[in-house]
């Protein structure tokens, strides 16, 4: 009892220390130009153009003939997904895209809601921008800005949109949200110039919202949609009124991460840890290491040369599904790799999982999308930006199965207002899609806690 007591007293001291220390740090960025040569003359365009997704015969025709002509490759026996996307499961998916999968109809769900198109920096930027229908009396239409990540879209928030807009429940707070796709992914403009990061894309967002006539909204994103909106409050803290995260990660070479990691395991209660902690966290060098190793090698490409390997998938549609697909497969459940199917079915459809890499293939942007590895992380895992810490108020959904566990602890190393932090009953990477309902709840619970 004495030792844990004496190790909370040090803990506590030392984050007093290191929030004293960090509390006047701001994050600066810069005005960029992405468009092709040198920024024009004249006033910036800030118009808004409704955009309409279409397709085509010759698109379709493209597509299928692509697909037939794939030249199959025998999975090793008793495989699984270990190795990657389990072939005779491919070719299952394959055969329901190409005789099955009604893109058209795709099509029309994905016009459903209003889409647009603003040119800021130099490029389009692609956004959905969906109002409420209904607003109870007395209530107030809060502006909520959601981003997605890799290997996702605006797609992704298609489950969770009328959760949000229209809630069942009386006393939830109804949103007007905006989801754009980060530029280089879906029908968003890729940037022509090296550099583009997430603080850049974080800037180019803030502008969005400001020239919808917001001064004020809320922001929510995972995978890289949490850094984009994690700088977004950094960069605005005035004007992002609330942070909602389903992923985060942390430098792990903070003194009290690697005090929690040393100790945690037989010392819990002082760091907070739960249940779940010790068992997503413990071996280690197994869960944190070794995993994030195994499950990494398509970052370590994107973040160094993702030109090569995105060209190939550029031409393949059936190896775009695969190397896509494998992500929904193993960032949902690391159990999953156990299945022949990689369990893809039971927490998506094929219809939604074919969508997404409809629109990475239709729009030609999986070259692009990688690059922002390239842009974000193959200069150092240590920008700028990650030794800032967050001050507007932060709620953080952690899912049991997400592809890394972040403790509350660690996650209030970054995020030193964090007003609510949920142990999530079920889910993984893909939180909005494969969970909308819990995470619609998490959101409007983070409102009400503020409230």
């Given at each position: 009892?004495?030792?844990?007591?004496?190790?909370?007293?040090?803990?506590?001291?030392?984050?007093?220390?290191?929030?004293?220390?960090?509390r006047?740090q701001v994050?600066?960025?810069?005005?960029?130009?992405w468009?092709?040569?040198a920024?024009?003359?004249?006033?910036?365009?800030?118009?808004?153009?409704?955009?309409?997704?279409?397709?085509?015969?010759?698109?379709?025709?493209?597509?299928?003939?692509?697909?037939?002509?794939?030249?199959?490759?025998?999975?090793?026996?008793?495989s699984q997904?270990?190795?990657g996307?389990?072939?005779?499961?491919?070719q299952?998916?394959?055969?329901?895209?190409r005789?099955?999968?009604?893109?058209?109809?795709q099509v029309?769900?994905?016009?459903?809601?209003?889409?647009?198109?603003?040119?800021?920096?130099?490029?389009?930027?692609?956004?959905?921008?969906?109002?409420p229908?209904?607003v109870?009396?007395?209530?107030?239409?809060?502006?909520?800005?959601?981003?997605?990540g890799?290997?996702?879209?605006?797609?992704?928030f298609f489950?969770i949109?009328?959760?949000?807009?229209?809630?069942?429940?009386?006393g939830?707070?109804?949103?007007?949200v905006?989801?754009?796709?980060?530029?280089?992914y879906g029908?968003s403009?890729?940037?022509?110039?090296?550099?583009?990061d997430?603080?850049?894309?974080?800037?180019?967002?803030?502008?969005?919202?400001k020239r919808?006539?917001?001064?004020?909204?809320?922001?929510?994103?995972?995978d890289?949609?949490?850094?984009v909106?994690?700088?977004?409050?950094?960069l605005?803290?005035?004007?992002?009124?609330?942070?909602?995260?389903?992923?985060?990660?942390?430098?792990?070479?903070?003194l009290?991460?690697?005090?929690?990691?040393?100790?945690?395991?037989?010392?819990?209660?002082?760091?907070?840890?739960?249940?779940?902690?010790?068992?997503?966290?413990?071996?280690?060098?197994?869960?944190?290491?070794?995993?994030?190793?195994?499950?990494s090698g398509?970052?370590?490409?994107?973040?160094?040369?993702?030109?090569?390997?995105?060209?190939?998938?550029?031409?393949s549609?059936?190896g775009?599904?695969?190397?896509?697909?494998e992500?929904?497969?193993?960032?949902t459940?690391?159990?999953?790799?156990?299945?022949?199917?990689?369990?893809?079915?039971?927490?998506?459809?094929?219809?939604d999982?074919?969508t997404?890499?409809?629109?990475y293939?239709?729009?030609?942007?999986?070259?692009?999308s990688?690059?922002?590895?390239k842009?974000?992380?193959?200069?150092?895992?240590?920008?700028?930006?990650?030794?800032?810490?967050?001050?507007v108020?932060?709620?953080?959904a952690?899912?049991?199965?997400?592809?890394?566990?972040m403790?509350?602890?660690?996650?209030q190393?970054?995020?030193h207002n964090?007003?609510?932090?949920?142990?999530?009953?079920?889910?993984?990477?893909?939180?909005?899609?494969?969970e909308?309902?819990?995470?619609a709840?998490d959101?409007?619970?983070?409102?009400?806690?503020?409230g």
């Amino acid at each position: 009892m004495f030792t844990e007591v004496l190790v909370a007293i040090v803990i506590g001291g030392v984050i007093y220390f290191l929030v004293q220390k960090r509390r006047s740090q701001v994050l600066k960025t810069k005005d960029g130009w992405w468009g092709v040569g040198a920024p024009p003359d004249g006033e910036e365009d800030i118009s808004v153009r409704p955009f309409k997704i279409s397709t085509s015969d010759e698109e379709l025709e493209d597509l299928y003939r692509r697909i037939d002509q794939t030249r199959p490759v025998a999975s090793l026996e008793d495989s699984q997904f270990h190795y990657g996307f389990n072939s005779q499961c491919l070719q299952k998916v394959v055969s329901y895209w190409r005789n099955d999968f009604d893109w058209r109809k795709q099509v029309d769900k994905l016009n459903q809601y209003p889409h647009f198109k603003t040119n800021i920096e130099g490029i389009d930027v692609h956004y959905m921008h969906i109002k409420p229908q209904r607003v109870p009396q007395g209530s107030a239409v809060i502006p909520l800005i959601m981003v997605h990540g890799w290997p996702g879209s605006f797609y992704e928030f298609f489950g969770i949109i009328p959760l949000l807009t229209e809630p069942s429940d009386p006393g939830d707070c109804v949103f007007e949200v905006v989801c754009p796709s980060i530029p280089g992914y879906g029908f968003s403009e890729a940037p022509h110039k090296k550099g583009f990061d997430t603080v850049c894309a974080a800037r180019i967002f803030i502008k969005l919202m400001k020239r919808l006539g917001f001064q004020h909204f809320y922001a929510q994103g995972g995978d890289w949609g949490w850094q984009v909106t994690t700088n977004m409050a950094q960069l605005e803290p005035k004007m992002v009124t609330g942070l909602h995260l389903n992923f985060a990660s942390v430098t792990m070479g903070g003194l009290i991460v690697t005090l929690s990691i040393m100790f945690g395991r037989h010392f819990p209660k002082p760091f907070g840890f739960t249940d779940l902690d010790i068992q997503r966290l413990y071996p280690f060098m197994d869960k944190l290491v070794v995993e994030s190793i195994k499950e990494s090698g398509y970052m370590h490409i994107q973040a160094t040369k993702p030109d090569t390997a995105g060209r190939g998938l550029n031409d393949s549609p059936v190896g775009l599904a695969a190397y896509i697909l494998e992500k929904f497969s193993t960032a949902t459940n690391f159990d999953f790799r156990n299945l022949e199917d990689g369990g893809l079915t039971r927490k998506f459809s094929l219809d939604d999982l074919l969508t997404n890499i409809m629109i990475y293939w239709t729009s030609g942007c999986i070259v692009s999308s990688m690059r922002f590895y390239k842009e974000n992380v193959g200069h150092g895992l240590a920008p700028p930006h990650t030794k800032i810490p967050v001050v507007v108020p932060t709620g953080f959904a952690c899912f049991p199965n997400e592809v890394m566990h972040m403790p509350k602890l660690w996650v209030q190393q970054k995020y030193h207002n964090l007003v609510s932090y949920t142990l999530m009953a079920r889910g993984g990477h893909f939180a909005a899609m494969e969970e909308p309902q819990l995470l619609a709840e998490d959101i409007h619970k983070q409102l009400r806690f503020r409230g």
